[in-house]
């Protein structure tokens, strides 16, 4: 199962681009990298996924490097109701399947 | 809305209880998730279904009993908790348990036990 690593907390302001890096340095060859948004008290939302390059979506893009051993996922303009856990996942099967695994995510505040 | 609801969504229970948390999706989905997310933590599989056969459990203790009677519900028995057995217990569902499935979460049941 591959580790990852993201920073514990962030600070932004309104209207600000918030990117915030995750690392996975043993990720497998076909392993897909998700990620994952919390508000409290709340289940988390599936934001975006990719395999390589660059995706985009209504909500954001995700940005991974040509050895996938990193991604970043890009919020532009955020605003207060982005306050909110930011979880990486990256694909690791047990016993051939492969099941959610999440670490401590980053909490992401924003201010006015 | 995310297409799995959970009930009920809080519930106080004392330690001599009985209780069971309900999970339900109509999403077509043939694998379901309990997890446990407690104060500051992150969130921890509990139990793992998939087309109706427990392929999963972590450890969890037997206090805690799951049941998949098909593929649309999940049960989460309880019995005799513990304070510290208080948190947020989340229900995911998702389409088959392979590498770029994304799970659908409920709201999730708070859990206090007193």
């Known amino acids: 199962l591959a580790k990852t690593t993201q920073p514990i907390s962030m600070d932004s302001y309104e209207g600000q681009e918030v990117n915030i890096t995750c690392s996975h340095n043993?990720?497998?060859?076909?392993?897909?990298i998700t990620w994952y948004q919390q508000f409290p008290s709340q289940g988390p939302r599936f934001i975006i996924q990719?395999?390589?390059t660059k995706v985009t979506n209504e909500v954001a893009s995700l940005f991974i490097p040509a050895d996938r051993k990193s991604s970043t996922l890009s919020l532009p303009r955020v605003s207060l109701s982005d306050t909110a856990v930011y979880y990486c996942?990256?694909?690791?099967?047990?016993?051939?399947?492969?099941?959610?695994?999440f670490g401590r995510g980053t909490s992401l505040i924003v201010h006015p | 809305e995310t297409g799995v609801t959970q009930t009920p969504r809080h519930l106080v229970m004392g330690m001599t209880n009985k209780k069971s948390l309900k999970c339900e999706q109509h999403?077509?989905?043939?694998?379901m998730y309990w997890y446990k997310q407690s104060a500051k933590k992150p969130l921890e599989l509990m139990f793992v279904?998939?087309?109706?056969?427990?392929?999963e459990n972590n450890s969890v203790p037997s206090r805690f009993s799951p049941e998949c009677p098909n593929s649309s519900h999940l049960f989460l028995h309880l019995h005799t908790l513990q304070p510290e057995d208080s948190a947020l217990y989340l229900c995911?569902?998702?389409?088959?348990?392979?590498?770029?499935?994304?799970?659908?979460f409920g709201q999730g049941t708070r859990l206090t036990v007193v």
């Open positions: 995911a569902s998702s389409q088959e348990m392979r590498r770029g499935t994304e799970a659908f």
């Open positions: 043993n990720i497998a060859t076909n392993d897909y």
């Open positions: 990719g395999y390589k």
């Open positions: 996942l990256v694909g690791g099967p047990i016993g051939g399947s492969y099941i959610p695994t």
């Open positions: 999403l077509g989905h043939n694998a």
């Open positions: 279904y998939s087309l109706e056969e427990r392929v």
